[in-house]
């Protein structure tokens, strides 16, 4: 079992160009949620899915993010003319269904350098 | 909204010593605390967790405390190893709302 899988790893963008996510739940699962992970802001919340329907996108940055799950299999984050700030690891998380009984387990993160 | 505050935000301790991370939470409606550990290079790994209906819980050498009052968890973690060598997280949930906000990490390093 490869737990969550994101791709690519390291992803370097220009200011500017639009960089895409990738993530693969553990099978399964119905749950799917999106966190960023920075230094100076720590691990921050961004959106998640419940099987496939978006439920809370309270944490995603307005306009240049987005989210979709197309299928059961895979979830994308798109963030539309990256910036700086937006450079930041990238995490994804499953969980078999919502709610305080089920564990949410962690892809490795996709690190977004903004250059 | 709910906010987690951990500390201390580092820790260095020799290999076998006992350690105390402390959390704190602001949401009475936060229900679902569960913890993770971060070693350098590795994923999120669950450690543990505790229900608000619970006031202690215990895996191995991890004990974990909680008093909804005081809106505080407690992680002690005995005879540490070289291999507990991480950044610990405390989050937080409301009941099925499934997010966890996260605290800021405490670096936890073990001398050999």
């Known amino acids: 079992n490869a737990g969550v899988i994101q791709t690519p790893r390291h992803k370097v963008t220009g200011k500017g160009q639009e960089a895409t996510l990738w993530c693969e739940p553990i099978?399964?699962?119905?749950?799917v949620f999106w966190y960023r992970q920075t230094i100076v802001q720590g691990l921050e919340f961004l959106t998640y899915?419940?099987?496939?329907?978006?439920?809370?996108d309270s944490g995603m940055p307005k306009e240049r993010f987005s989210a979709q799950m197309p299928n059961q299999s895979h979830s994308t984050l798109k963030i539309q003319s990256t910036q700086p700030q937006d450079s930041a690891v990238y995490l994804c998380?499953?969980?078999?269904?919502?709610?305080?009984?089920?564990?949410?387990?962690f892809g490795p993160g996709t690190r977004l350098t903004v250059l | 909204g709910e906010q987690v505050e951990q500390l201390p935000s580092s820790l260095i301790v020799q290999e076998g010593a006992s350690v105390l991370i402390n959390c704190s939470y602001t949401?009475?409606?936060?229900?679902?605390f569960p913890w993770y550990k971060q070693e350098p290079g590795k994923r999120l790994q669950f450690i543990i967790d505790?229900?608000?209906?619970?006031e202690r819980k215990q895996t191995q050498r991890l004990t974990l405390l909680f008093d909804k009052k005081t809106k505080h968890l407690s992680l002690h973690i005995t005879a540490t190893q070289p291999g507990d060598s991480a950044i610990y997280f405390c989050?937080?949930?409301?009941?099925?709302?499934?997010?966890?906000?996260f605290g800021q990490g405490t670096k936890l390093s073990i001398k050999p």
């Open positions: 099978s399964g699962h119905s749950a």
């Open positions: 998380a499953s969980s078999l269904a919502l709610g305080s009984s089920y564990e949410q387990y």
């Open positions: 989050s937080a949930s409301i009941y099925n709302q499934g997010k966890l906000i």
């Open positions: 505790i229900r608000s209906n619970m």
């Open positions: 899915f419940r099987n496939q329907a978006p439920i809370d």
């Open positions: 949401d009475s409606a936060s229900v679902y």
